[in-house]
């Protein structure tokens, strides 16, 4: 069987994006592959139809749509659900249309799936270039490694793919003018780009397609320029760095950094530039990531940790640099006067509601470490979703809705861990409560004055205190309460996602009711420790937490305050939760008055 196809024949293909206000990925991996295949001469620009990214009505969108050819669809776990009813519709209009899927999101093996995908005809499994080069170009499909493709017969799964041997044959889908006419200019269109590819470890709960636990190749240098240098030119304001590792080579990454810092001088852009840092990290890496910082064009330095965990670290083979190197480069950054974003997933096997809470509290002991919390996803590749780990762990899971944030039309659905053999289910849900109220206290910094006092008297134990905090939030009657009764309705559909990364609650606990959180800091300090210190708490929250109608620099009592670089702020909750990730909670500067 092979894809014959005519000059005037249309393709087009999709990578519809996650969608955060007006903010958008441009579809990076799909240009990718059409570039290649553009420089192979298998396809020609006046071919491409439609490079679709942005997620919109889906009969609007068929209607963008004229006899295709070929309509191939980039499947993450944030768009599975409407590149499937959008895939039938095409399929259901235009029958001799061939559907290709490509991405993470496509099972390399799965019967089941297979048999529901009727409307599909070919699967891409792992990197995209060369195969769908020689899918346009007519290669008999059962010659095709990594792939899966549907004939009278059924479903066929050829031999697994290899790795792109030489990336320096990728041309770059920015420099070769493939987005030139598909950029919707309604949107902040945020630029992805890779400096290499691939990634040493193999954590299992990840799915990278078959580029982990390989050889990390990296793309031609003079490419990353001149991508860079289109992300200037263009206006683009945010980079995401799609490495596993940055920093893992110390010249080259040096070299990439000096690029942006050159670029955002010449034209103001890229502004930010956001990558995975090197797990193994070190001085060296945090000190591209400080040359990122002094610039400004990093928002955060994040260390994905996941857990600190020994058993879960096994369990999941994940190795994580060693914890005293982490107190150096923790401690180095504070030097530096940056703060560091903490990653750890919840539920991961091997994780107990105790064994959780000591490490979350370990970390809460730095000053400069904010911790960010994600559930744990069953990817349909990863080795955690395959059946014998499942069973190993004693892995209970269900399916959610996903981003029900986001306000998708199609309501996108993700399978997620919802208990294990060392964490039941009452557990995990007694976990994410407690981290709830920790988040609140620490990552959004509502705990920073209290604490601060409490250490001036060596009363202070942080998980002591997260535990009193926590008892406090359950008790108490006030707007905390209030607020954790609220979201935690959340938990009845297991939507743990929205659960700790929403803070539309911080709008009324930093801003429009703060008076009733004031009082609730007085009596949990009273309650817990002692009135002298309780009023006192109460105002220096006052005083040093943002207040959207103050205006900053702000002075009481002599005491200077300010919150530089807070900028113009739409949402307020949105706002909060982004700088204190990316400042750290003591995101006030105070300065005495003599
Ligand atoms: C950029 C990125 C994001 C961006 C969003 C980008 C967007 N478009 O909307 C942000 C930072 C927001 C993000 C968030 C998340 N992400 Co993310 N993200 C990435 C990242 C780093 C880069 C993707 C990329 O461009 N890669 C480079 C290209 C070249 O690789 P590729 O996309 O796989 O494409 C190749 C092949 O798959 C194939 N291919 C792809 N499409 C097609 C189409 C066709 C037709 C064909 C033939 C081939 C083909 O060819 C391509 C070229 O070789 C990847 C990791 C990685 N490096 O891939 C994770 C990744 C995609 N993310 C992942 C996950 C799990 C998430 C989160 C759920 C994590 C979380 N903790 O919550 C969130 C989702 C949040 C949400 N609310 O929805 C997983 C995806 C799992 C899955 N099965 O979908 C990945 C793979 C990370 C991982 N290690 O597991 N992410
Ligand atoms: S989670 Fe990160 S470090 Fe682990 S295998 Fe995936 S890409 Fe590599």
Known sequence: MIINLSPDDKIYLTQFSIQIG???????????????????????????????????????????????????????????????????????????????????????????WYADHYWVDICVHQEGELVFNDICSGKRLNDIPGISYKDELGWHHNTPGQRIKDLDQLPSPYTTGVFDNFINKDYLNNAIMETDRGCPY????????????????????????????????????????????????????????????ETNKKY??????????????????????????????????????????????????????DINNFDLVVKQAEEYNMSVMVELIVGLPGETLESWKENFCYLMQYNNISVDTYPCWMLHNSELSQTDTVEKFGITYQQVPFNTRM???????????????????????????WTWCAMLGHTLGITHEIIKLLATKQNYHAKTFYDQWHEFIIDSTGILNEKYQQWSTKLLEY??????????????????????????????????????LAKKSAENFDLFYF????????????????????????EYHVYVGLHRKSKGWQCSVLTENH
């Open 22 to 112: 007006k903010i958008v990925w441009l579809p990076y991996s799909a240009a990718c592959i059409w570039a290649y295949a553009e420089s192979q001469n298998s396809v020609s620009r006046s071919q491409l139809g439609g490079l679709f990214y942005v997620k919109q009505n889906i009969e609007t969108l068929v209607e963008q749509i004229h006899s295709p050819a070929i309509v191939g669809f980039s499947h993450y776990i944030w768009n599975e659900q409407y590149n499937d009813q959008l895939a039938l519709q095409i399929k259901t209009l235009y029958p001799n249309c061939v559907i290709i899927y490509g991405g993470p999101q496509v099972p390399d093996h799965n019967s089941k």
């Open 202 to 261: 193999q954590c299992t709960f990840c799915d990278w397609g078959g580029t982990t636990f390989s050889k990390v190749k990296r793309l031609n240098l003079e490419r990353v320029y001149e991508e860079i240098e289109w992300a200037g030119k263009n206006q683009i304001e945010f980079i995401n760095n799609a490495n596993a590792n940055f920093g893992i080579f110390k010249e080259r990454d040096n070299l990439i950094v000096d690029k942006l810092i």
């Open 268 to 321: 103001g852009y890229p502004k930010t530039f956001e990558t995975s840092w090197a797990k193994n990290s070190n001085k060296t890496v945090l000190s591209i990531a400080r040359r990122l910082q002094q610039s400004g064009l990093l928002r955060k330095f994040g260390i994905s940790m996941q857990s600190l965990n020994t058993d879960v670290l096994k369990n999941i083979k994940r190795s994580n640099m």
């Open 407 to 433: 306000g998708d039309q199609i309501q996108e659905q993700a399978w997620q861990i919802v208990g294990t053999n060392s964490l039941s289910e009452y557990d995990l849900l007694e976990l994410w409560k």
């Open 495 to 532: 939507d743990f996602q929205s659960y700790v990364l929403d803070y539309d609650y911080m709008q009324d606990i930093g801003y429009k009711k703060r008076q009733e959180t004031i009082n609730d800091i007085k009596q949990f300090v009273e309650r817990y420790y002692d009135k002298n």
């Open 547 to 570: 207040h959207p109608e103050r205006n900053y620099p702000y002075t009481k009592n002599n005491l200077t305050v300010d919150h530089p670089g807070m900028g113009s702020i739409d």
